[in-house]
């Protein structure tokens, strides 16, 4: 099972390496939302799942729009905000890192279509969500979703809270995926295992999901770095932020396969 495991996440590397520019990352957000989600309270500013600008997981320093567009390692393309008012998603980012080109969109659903959002990641992750964006600063459509090389997800765990019944697709895609909330590990690793996925960074415990994990994993991707080089960076990387010891970051990852 080991030598299956890790003969998959070698070929996911070479076909992310390989595969043509530019390389493509779904970042889904479920905005934090005191009302509506099993969560502990947060201050009420950053905790309304309907105001994206001043959202724990998207305004707030450490949040995706925030993070990734302070980023000197990265450059904002896009903001993109649906003309559906009943549409899940309120804000669509897209940006380009600046070595690789690969391409991030990012999506903040709304903090009460959670259920939404991880249906949609986990769609994503097993070949049943296919998806476009149009945008004069893309060259040509940009095929996201299952045809991503990467999809990821942040913000609360609410497959602690409620289920989902989802199956993979006939034909899955092969797939890279971070799920970044408490015990992601043990909650979607399920679904995973339907499919042709691989969870290249999961949690174990209690975490606070800042974008700053992912960008600092997505670094080490970008860079050749294998697994285990990767989940250090997510490690090194929260250890700075949470201002603990790296002993104590490295208890939050599952370990690398």
Not at 66 to 74: I, L
Not at 140 to 161: C, P, Q, T, W
Request: with cysteine; charged share 20%; proline share 4%.
């Amino acid at each position: 099972m080991r030598t299956s495991v890790l003969a998959l996440f070698l070929l996911l590397t070479c076909l992310f390496y390989a595969s043509a520019a530019p390389r493509t990352i779904h970042l889904f957000v479920a905005l934090c939302d005191n009302q509506s989600q099993g969560i502990a309270p947060v201050p009420a500013k950053i905790g309304n799942g309907n105001d994206p600008d001043s959202n724990l997981y998207w305004g707030c320093s450490d949040g995706a729009k925030s993070y990734f567009s302070n980023s000197s390692k990265w450059k904002r393309l896009a903001v993109i905000k649906p003309t559906d008012k009943e549409s899940p998603i309120l804000e669509r980012i897209i940006f380009q890192h600046k070595e690789s080109q690969s391409l991030l969109v990012a999506d903040a659903y709304r903090g009460s279509a959670i259920k939404t959002c991880i249906k949609d990641y986990l769609n994503a992750c097993l070949g049943g969500f296919e998806a476009s964006v149009e945008h004069s600063s893309l060259d040509k459509k940009l095929a996201i979703g299952s045809k991503s090389n990467l999809v990821a997800y942040i913000g609360h765990n609410g497959l602690m809270d409620f289920q989902l019944n989802i199956t993979s697709a006939e034909k899955p895609p092969v797939i890279l995926t971070i799920t970044l909330c408490c015990h992601s590990e043990s909650y979607f690793s399920k679904y995973f295992r339907q499919g042709n996925v691989y969870p290249l960074l999961q949690t174990k415990s209690l975490m606070y999901p800042g974008a700053f994990i992912l960008h600092d994993a997505l670094e080490g991707l970008f860079k050749s770095n294998n697994e285990k080089e990767i989940r250090m960076r997510a490690v090194n990387a929260y250890a700075r932020n949470q201002k603990i010891s790296v002993k104590a970051a490295g208890t939050i990852f599952s370990p690398a396969k």
